[in-house]
C-alpha cells in the first residue's frame, strides 16, 4: 500500500469517527452569553488603562529628562 493511500484512509477513518466541536444552530438571542460579554468589557478596560498608564509614565519620563 502506497503512503497516499494510508495516510487518506487514516484521515477518512479519523473524521468518520468523530463528532464536529462545531454546530449549524444559530446563537439564540433571548439567553445572551454574559461570561462572553463581560470578558470583553473587562478586556476593553484593562486596554484602556494601560494605554492611560504608558501615557502618565512617558510624559512624567519626559518632563524629568527635560524633553518637554
Known amino acids: 500500500m502506497t503512503f497516499n493511500r494510508l495516510l487518506s484512509r487514516a484521515v477518512f477513518v479519523s473524521r468518520a ?8 444552530s444559530k446563537p439564540d438571542m433571548t439567553n ?27 510624559h512624567e519620563y519626559k518632563m524629568r529628562n527635560g524633553l518637554e
Open 32 to 58: 445572551p452569553n454574559w461570561f462572553r460579554g463581560h470578558a470583553f468589557g473587562t478586556s476593553a478596560f484593562l486596554w484602556g488603562l494601560l494605554f492611560k498608564q504608558h501615557s502618565t509614565d512617558t
Open 17 to 24: 469517527g468523530c463528532r464536529s466541536a462545531f454546530t449549524g
